[in-house]
């Protein structure tokens, strides 16, 4: 069908409803909801609209409208075209020769500009739910087959809200699907898709944020469940948001496949190369390790049962005669370690003071610390015998080193396995090495990593030992300079 365009007109003083506006070359265009209709403001003058185009290169009425490089972009359901300023004050907008193209669009917010291009996602008379990206006026398509099958599973996505953002060189095309309750991203320097998620309370849920904007050199995020701004940056480490403050976010990031023709494999090594180290220098808050009591019996037969105060102090309760409540504690004196060894049993006077006893011989099965948590606090203590004195370690908030979690699937991730935890060392240790052992056998397994201490963590590569498939090989510039 031919294009055609109207001359100026005078309009009603109350215009609308509105589904999209933008601004181009001077003129502030309002796509009309339901319509094909597309008012233009006077130039420089967002107080005056005088005038609108109609858009007659397809039947359908138009859903969603950009402006890109000057260049105003118009979808319906099936199709798309491009208009442009042709520079005539009475009738600036036309319709570029050549830029229509036999597709259109799933919904009225999904189209964004990022990379100096258009991305939208795809819907024609053949099929829905195919992202693309715009070169030139010809749509190609960057979702892949995995994010497709998801979509498929979703219901209308005539709802997607989508914007851009830039972080460190990366152009992220975010999408959030409300009626799913789901958001992902796009990256367009690296083409790979991921989920970004809200983690709260367990359960992954969609992405806070709904738009963006670069203002006051920051990142801003707004969001449509409540009236707050949020700013994001890569030095924040937790969310915080209205009723979670500082909540964790958790990464996870899962490996293909590995199977070699579903033949038995022996994973005996994963290997994860990051940057450790980077942790704080007080440690991360930990809980503390050990049992809050401690029983001992007297010479008269009495049990007794012992706890360590906030302060340190320890508390006597007796329990009245009876059974021996528990096995001796045995404990070695740290101060003759290596070239002594003596053994103190831990015990208790019927006035409820405990003290080392020393115990003549050898003896196999002691300690050289009994590690202990406080009452009513929870803080991290011990017992130890130093010069054959019985010393309590002075009472201090549990602390602990960032960790990795890992997990497995053997079944094409329909189940899997419990998180095996590996510490990534405490600040400074950068040579600690993240890596896990005697990791069983599979015929097809997909690994998971996930982190969600809140510092930085870069993960640079992965290397998996098993056999008989995956052995250590020269690294391909190795081998070229043998042959060179």
Known sequence: MASQNTAPVQVASTLGPFTSVDFVDGYFVALVSNSQNVYYSGFEDGTTWTAY???SKFA???IAMLVNRSEIWLWSEKHTTVYYDTGDLNNPFAPIAGAFIEAGIAGPYCA????NSVFWILADERGFKVAMRAEGYTPVRVSNHAMEH??????????????????TGHVFWHMYFPSDDWSVRYDAATKMWSEISFYFNGQHRAHHSRCHALAFGKHLLGGSNTAVIYQTNESLLTDNIPGAQNNPIRRERRAPHINNELEWEFHHRLRVHLDTGTGPAAGLPGTAVGSPYLFAQDNNGNNWQITISDSGLPISSGLGPGPAAAANVLLVDLMFIPYRTMVYSLGILPTGVLYPGLVPGIYTGYQTRVPMMTLPGALQTGLSVQYGRLVIDTPQAPTREPQVMLRWSDDGGHSWS????????GQGDFLRRIEWRRLGRSRDRIYELSVSDPIAWPVVDAYLLTSPSNQPVERYAAQMAKMA
């Open 112 to 115: 964004v500009r990022a990379d």
């Open 150 to 167: 998801k979509w498929n599973g979703f219901g209308s996505m005539s709802d997607v809200i989508s914007y851009s953002i830039q972080h």
């Open 53 to 55: 185009f109609r858009v």
């Open 418 to 425: 419990m998180e095996y935890l590996c510490g990534a060392g």
């Open 60 to 62: 359908e009425n138009v």
